[in-house]
């Protein structure tokens, strides 16, 4: 079972989010998973007209990060420097601390600032340690900050996009992934947000809640806009996954999984998370009240929509306490 603590470095967020965090007993555990996140449609979401902020991974950070901009909606596109190796994993996500803390504050709750970093755009340096509460969750200053969304690169680097929201307020672009090698980067956001903005036109939608997911819309194959709302009081980030095994899949079993996992027991018989699950889409990090937009090609089949980010007061990941959804994409 050990398998299913860490996600495998060419997928996703998260895969070591209790490293530095002292969480009590338990690990934040996202399924790892074979093949290659599917094929995004390229242009749909540039047709909503709105401001572009085009951000690129470099191996210790990112280029392309404003020191300043305005509040609003923004189609964040990311991807990686011309002739640079990729590694396998890079993403943009968003944050902002809650009033009265530092942005240093905040990455330290994270674990993040153990070797020193040049200075943001108005002069903060990243913090040399981090602790965590002895409560047996993460810092409780994780729950209280803002988070605005992100996206990733594919698995063989092609760029990445999403839609999502940034109000006024001193900001971290980061990985959304405290072991992840990018120094995060400090900018700010002014002025107020706009009363009308112009909104990508979605056919599913995806609903947060503590502690579970809806998927409504048009569950049909082909090329779609989901809007990804979280509705619950806690962050949540969102892993869209195609069952490509040979038996039945549903969410007894992945309710089966998930509890033999938490017992340290071995998974049901015939389900092998590396071998029958397929990334197709990911959501990094949002708060309550925040929306955006990402695109996904689905196939007809069974599709597992998942969350683990931890719960607060004890960790415990967000799935394990039934936030996962099994639904149907016709053909």
Not at 35 to 54: M, N, T, Y
Not at 64 to 77: I, S
Not at 181 to 199: C, W
Not at 219 to 225: E, R, S
Request: proline share 7%.
């Amino acid at each position: 079972m050990d398998r299913l603590i860490s996600i495998a470095a060419r997928t996703t967020t998260r895969r070591h989010f209790a490293v530095g965090m002292a969480l009590a007993s338990t690990a934040a555990l996202v399924l790892p998973r074979t093949g290659v996140i599917a094929a995004r449609q390229d242009a749909e979401l540039a047709e909503a007209g709105l401001p572009k902020l085009d951000i690129t991974v470099l191996n210790d950070g990112y280029e392309g990060v404003p020191e300043n901009v305005e509040a609003g909606r923004y189609l964040v596109t990311v991807g990686i420097a011309e002739n640079q190796a990729f590694g396998g994993f890079g993403g943009v996500a968003f944050m902002r601390p809650p009033e009265g803390t530092t942005r240093d504050e905040l990455l330290a709750a994270f674990g993040i600032g153990q070797q020193p970093a040049s200075p943001g755009a108005d002069g903060e340096v990243l913090p040399t340690t981090g602790e965590a509460t002895g409560n047996g969750g993460p810092p409780t200053v994780i729950y209280q900050a803002a988070y605005a969304g992100g996206t990733v690169l594919e698995p063989d680097g092609t760029p990445g996009s999403v839609v999502l929201d940034l109000t006024e307020g001193q900001w971290i672009a980061w990985a959304d992934e405290p072991s992840a090698p990018q120094v995060p980067s400090m900018f700010t956001v002014t002025g107020s947000f706009p009363d009308k903005v112009a909104e990508p036109e979605s056919d599913i939608s995806v609903t947060m809640v503590d502690f579970g997911i809806e998927v409504d819309g048009n569950l049909v194959a082909g090329d779609h806009i989901l809007k990804i709302g979280n509705h619950g009081a806690q962050p949540h980030f969102l892993l869209v996954d195609r069952y490509i095994g040979s038996g039945t899949f549903d969410n007894d079993l992945m309710a089966a999984v998930l509890e033999a996992e938490m017992a340290g027991a071995e998974a049901p018989e015939g389900f092998e998370p590396e071998r029958d699950l397929q990334n197709v889409a990911i959501s990094l990090t949002q708060s309550i009240g925040t929306t955006s937009w990402i695109e996904a090609s689905l196939e007809a089949g069974t599709y597992l929509a998942i969350c683990f980010f931890p719960t607060a007061g004890t960790g415990v990941p967000h799935a394990m306490v039934g936030m996962h959804q099994v639904f149907e994409v016709s053909a």
